[in-house]
């Protein structure tokens, strides 16, 4: 029966280049924009759209802390409990982007997923997000990524090292995979008590017998350092151990886990500095055309990238017509005109005028 | 309008270098100030523009669809005129003059953004925003000044070309969007020898590649999915692209043509001083007057004064800093050109129509002809040799 075998074939051919033939004649209609500037109006969370997602809920967990519920469009590829989500949010007119730990389930009621946000002093997005989030609200995402997971073969003793914030990445993993884990323990810092997040939610575990949680706070107990670490966890060195929270927490457990001979042991996370060292100058980098130079802080990185023989897209050479626009992949650059400083991490599509923008810290221009 | 270094009267003569660089600063303070509060209202305005701008445009296609209907022909008409008149000033002029990059989003930037228009948003960047507005109104490297094909200057060499122009210029307003695809080409430089072949090349490609497929919207696929209606549509969008043309025209026009506006030596501008480049910006251009509607409506280019000073600030801006730079204007007593857009579009008109001639056709020779080499003050005169200047190919 070749012909009733082949025809949904052809069927589903024929589909796809109706389908082909639809998009082509939306293109044509809608150029010069494309067909999804028009739907974006309406749905702006449909599948193919640019990922984006609405703030359904806003849960507060301590007095600087809340829970974003995000419902994602349907483009979203679902994480690994563990990885983070970039997050775009408009503040004040410009696009900021920023990382954040997923804390939800990977089953959460109606799809959604959630970060929690501690607001840090001075920090630009963290605070707009925790004292002014509201549900509705649309967010730029990126689809999650991040190496802080659980490998597919969990290990039978675990230790997670957590301070402030850093919880929430551990958060993630627990919701999801405690189950699935035999032993573990929780060394977790805060301040005071009434800045623990989850502080009920882990407490409650702690009670029911699903991990071992030993809650320091820092106001009383003094920071933790790795020798109060050894005490409180006697097999430290049997236990495969996660850890996140401040560059010092994180530097002390490399140096002690190096120290033993046992660096494979231990998985951190490290969030992004919110706040930028800025200087007089420093080392651009072209990363395309593998050109590094050291500029002061008075030469536009026009002239810097000119002078090394770059190829420079370039224009008025006053600031006025974009000729000279181009991504700045990271690091600082300060405007010439008024010293502001515009900082950029991979990923954050910052774009910077080259001639009136001089280094501010090493940068990475992407030419 | 004369070079304003061969005028008898220098209107900046009262400026000593001290009072330029002072102007300079009180200019840079209305932006500092400007920068200071801009934020979430603008990025507001920007999307809501735009979103209202799609909104009307599809709605109108929509209608369209039944143009064989008379009400429907019109009302579709009418929306899609605005709607393009909208998309090409307040959002894509703008748009590419980068006052939107700041918000950092993508889709709103001047190194992403393409306009429904013949010229490639890239060519129309280079000739518009690097060439003519750094070299405003300054003769024989502001190609606006007459766009290569009038004499709109008294310094602009005469020829029996000219005698045509009140027509050529007619005829550039009809089809306005191919004059500009046309003149960010560059044709009179090919002519000449002066303009990279392969270049030239790539770019009429691009520009074709551009003409086809805005003309393959507008007058094919519309048109064909507009079944019975298909010959009304076509007329429908024939008639908003002319619509289109001649208001952009028309607002152009009035922006540097108009009386009382200065142009510049070739000369005049090397080493000029951040203040003398904002000097050359205040007289260089001309305002419209009108509402709220009518600013929109023109891209807020009725700011043209204030748009020059400041080409890369946020268009909905130019009214609130309008009272601020006017104020400056009287302070330094310096001529704000401005006037309802009848006078001023009857002004610039009457120029291209008076420059048609040569100076000297009437007998009331114009000021031009009887002004003498005069001594102003060293600053303006930097350089300024008589000497004839090529008219602007």
């Not at chain 1, 430290?236 to 490399?254: F, I, K």
């Not at chain 2, 260089?284 to 509402?291: D, E, L, P």
Request: hydrophobic residues 40%.
């Amino acid at each position: 029966m070749p012909a009733t075998a082949s025809s949904p074939v052809v069927l589903s051919d024929l589909g796809t280049r109706l389908r082909k033939r639809a998009i082509r004649l939306a293109e044509l209609v809608a150029t010069p924009l494309v067909p999804a500037d028009y739907i974006d109006l309406v749905d702006p969370l449909r599948s193919g759209a640019d990922l984006r997602g609405r703030v359904v809920e806003v849960r507060p967990e301590t007095r600087d802390a809340v829970t974003l519920i995000i419902r994602p469009g349907r483009g979203w590829k679902t994480h690994t409990p563990g990885q983070y989500v970039r997050i775009g949010v408009d503040i004040d007119g410009v696009r900021q982007w920023r990382a954040y730990s997923l804390t939800s389930p990977l089953d959460h009621p109606g799809g959604c997923i959630a970060v929690t946000v501690k607001a840090i002093p001075d920090g630009t997005v963290s605070n707009h997000l925790v004292r002014r989030a509201q549900p509705g609200l649309v967010l730029q995402l990126d689809q999650a990524a991040g190496e802080f997971v659980l490998p597919a073969i969990h290990p039978t003793k675990v230790l997670f090292v957590t301070a402030g914030s850093g919880i929430t990445p551990v958060m993630g993993i627990l919701r999801n995979a405690l189950d699935d884990l035999d032993d573990v323990v929780l060394v977790h810092s805060a301040p005071t008590e009434a800045d623990v997040i989850f502080a009920g939610e882990l407490r409650a575990l702690a009670t029911s017998g699903r991990l071992r949680f030993v809650e320091r706070h820092t106001d009383v107990d003094g920071m933790l350092d790795t020798d109060e670490l050894a005490r409180l966890v006697p097999d430290l060195a049997e236990r495969q151990t996660w850890a996140c929270g401040p560059a010092g927490l994180l530097d002390a457990l490399e140096q002690h886990f190096d120290g033993r001979g046992v660096a494979d042991r231990l998985h951190t996370e490290r969030f992004r500095p919110s706040v930028r060292l800025t200087g007089e100058g420093g080392t651009v980098t072209f990363s395309r055309a593998l050109v590094t130079v050291e500029a002061d802080g008075a030469t536009p990185l026009l002239d810097a990238g000119e002078a090394a023989g770059v190829l420079m897209p370039s224009g008025c050479r006053m600031g006025i017509c974009f000729g000279c626009v181009v991504p700045l992949r990271s690091g600082a650059v300060r405007d010439l005109r008024d010293g502001a400083v515009t900082t950029a991490a991979e990923g954050d599509g910052v774009l910077v005028q080259t001639c009136i923008s001089a280094a501010a810290g090493g940068c990475d221009i992407d030419l | 309008m004369t070079a304003l270094q061969k005028k008898s009267h220098n209107p900046i003569a009262h400026l000593s270098d001290d009072d330029v660089a002072t102007l300079g600063r009180e200019l840079d303070a209305i932006r500092e100030q400007m920068l200071a509060s801009r934020g979430a209202r603008d990025a507001a305005y920007i999307r809501k523009v735009i979103a209202a701008q799609r909104k009307l445009e599809l709605a109108s296609r929509g209608v369209l669809l039944f143009s064989l209907f008379p009400p429907a022909w019109v009302a579709g008409t009418v929306g899609l005129s605005i709607s393009k008149i909208l998309e090409n000033m307040e959002i894509g002029h703008n748009v590419m003059h980068g006052q939107w990059d700041w918000m950092r989003d993508p889709k709103i930037h001047s190194t992403s953004w393409e306009w429904d228009n013949a010229s490639p948003s890239d060519m129309w960047k280079h000739s518009h925003n690097q060439i003519h507005h750094t070299f405003t109104n300054v003769l024989g490297r502001d190609n606006d000044l007459g766009y290569g094909i009038m004499r709109v200057d008294e310094d602009q060499r005469w020829s029996a070309f000219y005698l045509g122009q009140p027509l050529w210029n007619f005829l550039n307003a009809c089809l306005f969007e191919y004059g500009i695809a046309a003149y960010d080409l560059e044709i009179g430089k090919v002519a000449k020898g002066r303009k990279d072949k392969v270049l030239f090349k790539k770019q009429v490609r691009a520009v074709f590649d551009k003409i086809k497929k805005q003309a393959t919207r507008d007058y094919l696929v519309h048109p064909i999915l507009s079944g019975p209606s298909a010959l009304s549509t076509l007329a429908a969008n024939a008639t908003a692209n002319l619509v289109r043309n001649l208001w952009t025209h028309s607002v152009i026009m009035c922006g540097h043509f108009p009386s009382g506006v200065e142009t510049f030596e070739k000369t005049s501008i090397d080493g000029e001083t951040r203040g003398e480049w904002y000097l050359r910006q205040m007289l260089g251009a001309a305002n419209i007057s009108g509402g709220p509607l009518f600013h929109l409506m023109t891209g807020n280019l009725s700011f043209q004064i204030e748009h020059h000073l400041y080409p890369d600030l946020p268009s909905n801006r130019y009214s609130e800093m309008a009272p601020e730079v006017q104020e400056l204007f009287e302070r330094y007593g310096l001529t704000y050109t401005t006037g309802p857009f009848p006078k001023q579009l009857a002004s610039a008109w009457a120029k291209v129509v008076r420059l048609s001639l040569p100076n000297d056709f009437f007998s009331d020779a114009s000021a031009a002809v009887v002004a003498k080499p005069t001594a102003l003050v060293a600053k303006v005169t930097r350089g300024a040799s008589r000497r004839e200047l090529p008219a602007a190919a």
